[in-house]
């Protein structure tokens, strides 16, 4: 920690604050040193604006490296995938594996020097408005020492998937079988010839299912609401550029009226299956209810099969069986949720309106959530994957950069 102090910052004596380890930092202070974080850095990197990362965890991209399934691909290809200034190596395939993403990220960080401090967890970061600086204060390292670090700006990069949803579920404590979460689940090894309810059907539900069935188990799938399913390549082009595509010509209703014809004809109708399509479609109902379809990887044609039984929402778990809302009642050895993640900005951040306290997300859509006050910015929660990440690093970077360029010229800044 020491040498954090020397390189990024220096310690400062502070009237303002108890006797206490205080860190002045001349550039921003990214929380979080996922993909949003580290494109963020590398951003401000180039235009010669150094900044602090926290990392809470012991490596970049915690989420992907310790909470992920090991079959895991990125679902979009490469190309919308890619981080600001470095795009992926040419030998890898359209849809990289999670360890060739690992691989790239730990690259990217290693080619534009980032070093984020580890073991650092955001208690509290509000606005001194007497100062108008940030103070950031953490919990970690070896001795579990507190720290406060202060700067103009704040980038919040924790992410739209910082802690994991545990749903209520009358019952489930009842339950004599292992119970665990997608973000503990690693391949389906464990559960051969396994009974296993997962529940939740979203792409990770969908994979998780698919992946159990490779290992010989026996998953049922639990489909709680409405879902999209779209396949991931219509045409031998990816759903996810066609519709990127056609966006630029024509509006969202004609797009979504398409991929829904194009999707009937390749997967087939869906609701036979159980998974009953929403009366908005797949685009809108992403921009409006922030709700992202699935793309399927193989898993419908396991449902065709019967491999994957479909259950709708769950009544109630006990000690060796599900009964759900249609009066079924089934045995389990296994129950995996894969309930998703939220937002924990609230848990932290305070004093601000610029998150909503409900999900943890800007006020302002995108693409104007990136900026809030006071120096106050947030990356990777566009609800638009990478992609997103990358357009608003890029705009932080040029923001902050701007306003350094003139506090080193004296003149007054205009946010």
Same mark, same amino acid.
């Given at each position: 920690?020491?040498?954090?102090?020397?390189?990024?910052? *220096?310690? =400062?004596?502070?009237?303002? +604050? !108890? @006797?206490?380890?205080?860190?002045?930092?001349? %550039?921003?202070?990214? &929380?979080?040193?996922?993909?949003?974080?580290?494109?963020?850095?590398?951003?401000?990197?180039?235009?010669?604006?150094?900044?602090?990362?926290?990392?809470?965890?012991?490596?970049?991209?915690?989420?992907?490296?310790?909470?992920?399934?090991?079959?895991?691909?990125?679902?979009?290809?490469?190309?919308?995938?890619?981080?600001?200034?470095?795009?992926?190596?040419?030998?890898?395939?359209?849809?990289?594996?999670?360890?060739?993403?690992?691989?790239?990220?730990?690259?990217?960080?290693?080619?534009?020097?980032? *070093?984020? =401090?580890?073991?650092?967890? +955001? !208690? @509290?970061?509000?606005?001194?408005?007497?100062? %108008?600086?940030?103070? &950031?204060?953490?919990?970690?390292?070896?001795?579990?020492?507190?720290?406060?670090?202060?700067?103009?700006?704040?980038?919040?990069?924790?992410?739209?998937?910082?802690?994991?949803?545990?749903?209520?579920?009358?019952?489930?404590?009842?339950?004599?079988?292992?119970?665990?979460?997608?973000?503990?689940?690693?391949?389906?090894?464990?559960?051969?010839?396994?009974?296993?309810?997962?529940?939740?059907?979203?792409?990770?539900?969908?994979?998780?299912?698919?992946?159990?069935?490779?290992?010989?188990?026996?998953?049922?799938? =639990?489909?709680?609401?409405? +879902?999209?399913?779209?396949?991931?390549?219509?045409?031998?082009?990816?759903?996810?550029?066609?519709?990127?595509?056609?966006?630029?010509?024509?509006?969202?209703?004609?797009?979504?009226?398409?991929?829904?014809?194009?999707?009937?004809?390749?997967?087939?109708?869906?609701?036979?299956?159980?998974?009953?399509?929403?009366?908005?479609?797949?685009?809108?109902?992403?921009?409006?209810?922030?709700?992202?379809?699935?793309?399927?990887?193989?898993?419908?044609?396991?449902?065709?099969?019967?491999?994957?039984?479909?259950?709708?929402?769950?009544?109630?778990?006990?000690?060796?069986?599900?009964?759900?809302?249609?009066?079924?009642?089934?045995?389990?050895?296994?129950?995996?949720?894969?309930?998703?993640?939220?937002?924990?900005?609230?848990?932290?951040?305070?004093?601000?309106?610029?998150?909503?306290?409900?999900?943890?997300?800007?006020?302002?859509?995108?693409?104007?959530?990136?900026?809030?006050?006071?120096?106050?910015?947030?990356?990777?929660?566009?609800?638009?994957?990478?992609?997103?990440?990358?357009?608003?690093?890029?705009?932080?970077?040029?923001?902050?950069?701007?306003?350094?360029?003139?506090?080193?010229?004296?003149?007054?800044?205009?946010?």
């Amino acid at each position: 920690m020491e040498f954090v102090t020397e390189t990024l910052g *220096k310690r =400062v004596h502070d009237p303002y +604050v !108890e @006797e206490s380890r205080c860190i002045l930092i001349p %550039g921003p202070i990214i &929380v979080g040193s996922g993909p949003s974080g580290l494109a963020t850095a590398a951003c401000l990197k180039s235009r010669g604006v150094s900044s602090l990362i926290l990392e809470r965890s012991t490596c970049i991209a915690s989420l992907w490296q310790l909470k992920t399934y090991d079959r895991l691909r990125l679902h979009l290809p490469k190309h919308f995938c890619e981080l600001p200034l470095m795009p992926f190596p040419s030998s890898y395939p359209t849809y990289p594996t999670k360890q060739q993403f690992v691989q790239y990220l730990e690259s990217y960080a290693e080619h534009f020097g980032l *070093k984020p =401090v580890f073991n650092q967890t +955001v !208690e @509290e970061a509000k606005l001194d408005r007497r100062c %108008g600086l940030w103070r &950031v204060r953490t919990v970690g390292g070896t001795k579990e020492e507190e720290t406060e670090y202060v700067s103009r700006w704040l980038v919040v990069a924790t992410g739209e998937n910082a802690e994991e949803v545990m749903p209520e579920i009358d019952g489930i404590v009842d339950f004599v079988g292992p119970i665990l979460h997608t973000s503990s689940y690693k391949s389906g090894e464990m559960f051969r010839e396994k009974k296993v309810l997962v529940v939740g059907c979203g792409n990770s539900g969908m994979e998780v299912c698919l992946d159990l069935c490779n290992f010989n188990a026996h998953p049922s799938l =639990v489909v709680r609401d409405t +879902v999209h399913v779209l396949p991931q390549e219509m045409l031998g082009l990816s759903t996810f550029g066609i519709s990127t595509s056609l966006l630029k010509w024509f509006p969202v209703q004609v797009v979504d009226r398409f991929l829904l014809h194009m999707s009937r004809l390749v997967l087939g109708d869906t609701d036979r299956l159980g998974l009953v399509r929403p009366k908005l479609g797949p685009l809108e109902r992403k921009i409006k209810c922030g709700k992202t379809p699935v793309l399927d990887v193989g898993t419908l044609a396991k449902i065709r099969s019967g491999d994957i039984k479909v259950y709708p929402e769950l009544k109630r778990v006990m000690q060796h069986s599900a009964e759900f809302v249609d009066g079924r009642v089934d045995n389990f050895d296994a129950i995996i949720l894969a309930t998703g993640y939220k937002s924990n900005v609230p848990m932290w951040l305070k004093g601000m309106n610029m998150f909503c306290e409900k999900d943890g997300f800007p006020r302002k859509p995108f693409p104007n959530g990136w900026k809030g006050e006071s120096g106050l910015y947030a990356v990777g929660f566009t609800k638009l994957g990478l992609l997103g990440a990358a357009i608003d690093a890029k705009k932080i970077a040029e923001d902050i950069d701007v306003q350094q360029k003139l506090l080193t010229l004296g003149r007054p800044q205009h946010c």
